[in-house]
Structure formats: structure tokens, C-alpha cells
């Protein structure tokens, strides 16, 4: 496997083909936009990828939200039976000290 060439190496390679290119009069390599290309496709799956991170994030955050007010409700619900059988106990007993 060829090892990739860096920016640099590649336009130093580059420029010393257009150099003898001049010499021996044969042009020298057009340059491919396949790069470009390249990063486009990686661009449009980068942006797609921010996408579905913020749909997660979202999905997460209503999530914890319905935890959250499912829990209040539940809170509620048992502080208010809570009081109801603390208020019939009560009852019960000045029921009791009154006979």
C-alpha cells in the first residue's frame, strides 16, 4: 500500500514536473478536482451526521422531560393519597376518644 503524500510533497512534485515539462516541451499534468469532490461528499455526510445528532439530542431532552413530569404527577398523586389516609386516620381516632 502506497503511503499518502503530504500537501506539500505533492505540490513539490507537482512543480518540478511543470519544470521539465518546460525542458522537454511536454505539458505537464492537468490537475484532477477530485479532491473537491471528496470533500463535498464529506461535507454533505458531516451535515448529515450534525443532523441526526441534534434529532438524538432532541429525542433525549423530550425524553427526560416526560421522566421528569411522569415523576411530579407520581410525586403528587402519593403526597395527596398520603394526606387523604393521614386525615381518615385522624378521624378514626377522635372517632375513638369520643365514645
Known sequence: MAKKKGALAKRASELEAAVVGLFTGTPAKKKTKKKKAKKAK???VVKK???VKKAKK???????K???????ATKKA???ATKKTVKKAKKTVKKSKKK
Open 42 to 44: 464529506k461535507a454533505k
Open 49 to 51: 451526521a450534525k443532523v
Open 58 to 64: 432532541a429525542v433525549k431532552k423530550t425524553a427526560k
Open 66 to 72: 416526560a421522566k421528569k413530569a411522569t415523576k411530579k
Open 78 to 80: 402519593t403526597k395527596k
